[in-house]
């Protein structure tokens, strides 16, 4: 009886070659699962800076303290007294103020006491105000024109030195700094305060404001004054 098979078609002389093989894919595969590494997804941050349009300058909150009134003052009594009819009483010569023309009349020395001049005026009530770089084509056009050619001068700045601290951005920190700063007499920029939730961000606000250019000073009747100003800054994640 023939055998059926064919020996040149047998399919298990190759069984161990294809064991090794599969045994290998199969390794490969469980190293790769065992490798495998997910990353999230980064946030994507918004670091567009918001400034507010309107200037609020802040006015600090003082308690009026009621005093009560001070107490009437005691009547001193009147003494009087009692003269003897027999007795004679010194009479008390007015004499007379009225001066005619050929009395020469001593005048002192007379003394001028000088009107001190404000040392700090606010930004909104200030006469003249601060003249920002640029904005000297405005100067006849009012007060009202030179406050918001200073904002757009103002916001155009922070704007252009904004730089969203990276601490901050890795932490996931934002929110409003307040910035106080003053406008000296000669100009400059000085006395910046800042008031935010965290450092990195105020730190942040001073760096901006310190880098200002040199201002025309506000005048008050004329005289150079120091003007307050404060603004908000804020910093906002997305």
């Not at 020996?7 to 599969?22: A, E, M, Q, S, W």
């Not at 003082?62 to 107490?71: L, Q």
């Not at 009087?80 to 007379?96: A, G, L």
Request: charged share 30%.
């Amino acid at each position: 009886m023939e055998p059926k098979k064919n020996p040149t078609k047998d399919l298990n002389n190759k069984r161990g070659l294809y064991f090794v093989i599969g045994l290998c894919l199969v390794m490969l595969l469980t190293y790769v699962a065992l490798e495998w590494k997910t990353y999230d997804n980064m946030h994507g941050y918004d670091i567009s800076l918001n400034v507010a349009d309107e200037l609020i300058e802040e006015v600090p909150i003082t308690m009026h303290v009621k005093t009560p009134p001070p107490p009437p003052p005691v009547p001193t009594p009147v003494i009087i007294e009692v003269v003897e009819d027999n007795k004679e009483v010194e009479e008390t010569i007015i004499e007379s103020t009225e001066t005619d023309q050929e009395e020469v009349i001593e005048v002192l020395d007379v003394v001028v006491v000088e009107e001190e001049e404000p040392v700090e005026i606010s930004f909104m009530v200030i006469e003249d105000v601060p003249i920002f770089p640029g904005c000297e084509k405005v100067k006849n056009k009012g007060a009202e024109a030179m406050r918001a050619c200073f904002q757009e001068k103002m916001n155009k700045h922070i704007s252009k030195n904004f730089k969203y601290p990276e601490v901050a951005q890795e932490m996931g920190i934002q929110g409003r700094v307040s910035v106080m700063f003053d406008i000296q007499k000669d100009g400059s920029i000085g006395n910046i305060r800042m008031r935010g939730p965290d450092k990195s961000l105020e730190t942040e606000a001073g760096r901006i404001i310190g880098k200002l250019p040199q201002m025309t000073p506000g005048k008050q009747r004329g005289v150079p004054v120091r003007v307050p100003f404060s603004m908000p800054i804020n910093f906002k994640l997305q």
